[in-house]
T-cell receptor, first 115, second 112 residues
Framework: EPEVTQTPSHQVTQMGQEVILRCVPI?????FYWYRQILGQKVEFLVS????????KSEIFDDQFSVERPDGSNFTLKIRSTKLEDSAMYFC?????????????FGPGTRLTVL | GENVEQHPSTLSVQEGDSAVIKCTYS??????FPWYKQELGKRPQLIID?????GEKKDQRIAVTLNKTAKHFSLHITETQPEDSAVYFC???????????FGGGTRLMVKP
């Protein structure tokens, strides 16, 4: 069964550095999402992406964040200048473009640690 | 915006017993309610979902009920097994493709 994949599984960075988290959604999916989960807290929505543009974003997704689909397979989340509070597990998800299924399929996550 | 509350945060049951996890939501426009199971170190996986035009949905040992008037929905697991042990998250969204707002999660432990 196809799965969403994410790389790296764990990223350690210094405060102020830029990081790029990568996701490969399921191949025939057209809706893409990023969520994050700070340790011990809820999973929080960051952004959704469809047809090469952002469809929704939360207040967390400020100017320090950006998303891109640089080619036909990857979906990336960039944090320009990381802060300590950006330390979290970041999940990518994707969904098929069909009315027959509503499921958002999640990747295994990237644990980001900002020192 | 939407707020989803989930209870209990931890739940311990004996193998074979039933487990019930409850969620409430605040946005009356929410109409899609999935439940995800997350085993330790693994990705969240959808186990069941329900739309607001249905009051109950069942899949083998798992069922979800929805009360739109009261704005709450519940996950029921019958005949629990040790492999049911995981963290369960409820979520809500206005439409299936939209952002999911998650509850805080319930750690279910099934004791053999």
């Amino acid at each position: 069964e196809p799965e969403v994949t994410q790389t790296p599984s764990h990223q350690v960075t210094q405060m102020g550095q830029e990081v790029i988290l990568r996701c490969v959604p399921i191949s025939n999916h057209l809706y893409f999402y990023w969520y994050r989960q700070i340790l011990g807290q809820k999973v929080e929505f960051l952004v959704s992406f469809y047809n090469n543009e952002i469809s929704e974003k939360s207040e967390i997704f400020d100017d320090q964040f950006s998303v891109e689909r640089p080619d036909g397979s990857n979906f990336t989340l960039k944090i320009r200048s990381t802060k300590l509070e950006d330390s979290a597990m970041y999940f990518c998800a994707s969904r098929a473009r069909t009315r027959l299924t509503d499921t958002q399929y999640f990747g295994p996550g990237t644990r980001l640690t900002v020192l | 915006g939407e707020n989803v509350e989930q209870h209990p945060s931890t739940l311990s049951v004996q193998e074979g017993d039933s487990a019930v996890i409850k969620c409430t939501y605040s946005d009356s426009a929410s109409n899609y309610f999935p439940w995800y199971k997350q085993e330790l170190g693994k990705r969240p996986q959808l186990i069941i979902d329900i739309r607001s035009n249905v009051g109950e949905k069942k899949d083998q040992r798992i069922a979800v009920t929805l009360n739109k008037t009261a704005k709450h929905f519940s996950l029921h697991i019958t005949e629990t097994q040790p492999e049911d042990s995981a963290v369960y998250f409820c979520a809500a969204s206005r439409n299936a493709g939209n952002m999911l707002t998650f509850g805080g999660g319930t750690r279910l432990m099934v004791k053999p």
